[in-house]
């Protein structure tokens, strides 16, 4: 016997469309459905920063119990009105970043070497894969010194994240 379709979900709010645009992106089948392996993807694009530890919590939360390995939409929309209204994965705030910068930059020179952010960002804590390190590589060094100048970078982190909300802002 062929499974019933469940009844499109439409949104209450444009919390709710922004999430539900979000996975629909990565529903392949329109069945309000996504692969487990998609949800990281899913939770980055709604501008959120969860850590890998993060990203399986969520889907421990919201994994159909039946058919293991997808993510229906029914209980991942909820979840994650939830988890953004009570401003859970959100990103550091500039004055966190900065005090970790600091913390690495014993000597107090306002700059950490090219080889020093490459060995933090690739080998220690949380690594990052290397295509996300190129991507920040690009906007972090001083292509003069070879260096990040750490002030100056997340200077351009914060305007890069105050443009993406006031875009968000005008939809």
Same mark, same amino acid.
């Given at each position: 016997m062929a499974r019933k379709e469940e009844?499109?979900?439409?949104?209450?709010?444009?919390?709710?469309?922004?999430i539900i645009e979000a996975f629909e992106v990565f529903d392949h089948s329109g069945k309000q459905v996504v692969d487990v392996r998609e949800v990281g993807t899913i939770?980055?694009?709604l501008g959120c920063c969860p850590t890998e530890a993060e990203v399986? &919590?969520?889907i421990l939360a919201t994994e159909n119990k039946e058919a293991t390995g997808n993510v229906p939409?029914?209980?991942?929309?909820? +979840?994650?009105?939830k988890a953004i209204t009570d401003h859970r994965f959100y990103p550091a705030s500039a004055e966190v970043l900065l005090a970790a910068f600091r913390y690495f930059d014993k &000597? %107090?020179? %306002?700059?950490?070497?090219?080889e020093r952010f490459s060995q933090l960002m690739l080998e220690e804590g949380e690594p990052f894969t290397q295509e996300e390190f190129d991507e920040m590589i690009q906007v972090a060094l001083d292509p003069v010194t070879d260096?990040?100048? +750490?002030? +100056?970078y997340i200077n351009q982190l914060m305007v890069e994240d105050e443009a993406i909300e006031i875009e968000s802002n005008r939809k």
């Amino acid at each position: 016997m062929a499974r019933k379709e469940e009844p499109k979900i439409l949104p209450n709010n444009e919390l709710e469309k922004k999430i539900i645009e979000a996975f629909e992106v990565f529903d392949h089948s329109g069945k309000q459905v996504v692969d487990v392996r998609e949800v990281g993807t899913i939770l980055r694009s709604l501008g959120c920063c969860p850590t890998e530890a993060e990203v399986q &919590e969520v889907i421990l939360a919201t994994e159909n119990k039946e058919a293991t390995g997808n993510v229906p939409l029914i209980n991942f929309l909820p +979840y994650m009105c939830k988890a953004i209204t009570d401003h859970r994965f959100y990103p550091a705030s500039a004055e966190v970043l900065l005090a970790a910068f600091r913390y690495f930059d014993k &000597e %107090g020179q %306002g700059f950490i070497t090219k080889e020093r952010f490459s060995q933090l960002m690739l080998e220690e804590g949380e690594p990052f894969t290397q295509e996300e390190f190129d991507e920040m590589i690009q906007v972090a060094l001083d292509p003069v010194t070879d260096t990040i100048t +750490y002030e +100056y970078y997340i200077n351009q982190l914060m305007v890069e994240d105050e443009a993406i909300e006031i875009e968000s802002n005008r939809k």
